[in-house]
């Protein structure tokens, strides 16, 4: 089941690689239905708030009607950064899965881990490593055409 919803994430970041963003991408599955879908794009929409987990939390919000999402899971290609991390915790995601770890940004585990501060009214479960390899492939192919270009 898990992989399933991960392969959906990963055609959302194939969709950002395709218009020349990171490739991240993430889904919100509500009662085993994809009910929001996202991808990177800061550049596209010249717009730092544009990244995939906040752009399926919106389209999520709009499904259920609602800014809770609290028995909704997540399936996201990379770590959250600061921002969707916190932001998931706000949404209050039941859990959520993680393609490949981010140590050079990533807030669920890896430079800190704002799903579980005790001091939040909200805690997010997690699970990483789902599909990981293929997740990570995307990012050093996306990068290392970025370099390449130079």
């Known amino acids: 089941m898990n992989e399933k919803y991960m392969k959906e994430a990963i055609k959302q970041a194939k969709k950002a690689a395709s218009i020349g963003e990171v490739p991240i991408g993430c889904v919100i599955v509500y009662k085993d239905k994809i009910i929001g879908r996202g991808y990177n794009r800061r550049m596209t929409d010249k717009n730092a708030l ?3 987990e906040l752009n399926a939390i919106k389209k999520a919000n709009k499904v259920l009607d609602d ?16 921002m969707c991390a916190g932001a998931i915790v706000q949404a209050r995601i039941k859990k959520v899965y993680i393609g490949c770890m981010n140590p050079k940004a990533g ?21 990483n490593g789902i599909l990981e390899e293929e997740c990570s492939m995307l990012l050093k ?9 130079k």
């Open 107 to 127: 807030c669920a585990g890896s430079i800190m881990n704002l799903f579980n501060v005790d001091a939040f009214n909200h805690q997010v479960e997690s699970e």
């Open 141 to 149: 192919e996306f990068f290392r055409n970025l370099r390449n270009k």
């Open 67 to 82: 800014w809770r999402l609290d028995d909704c899971e997540m399936y996201v290609t990379t770590e959250p950064c600061q």
């Open 50 to 52: 544009s990244h995939a």
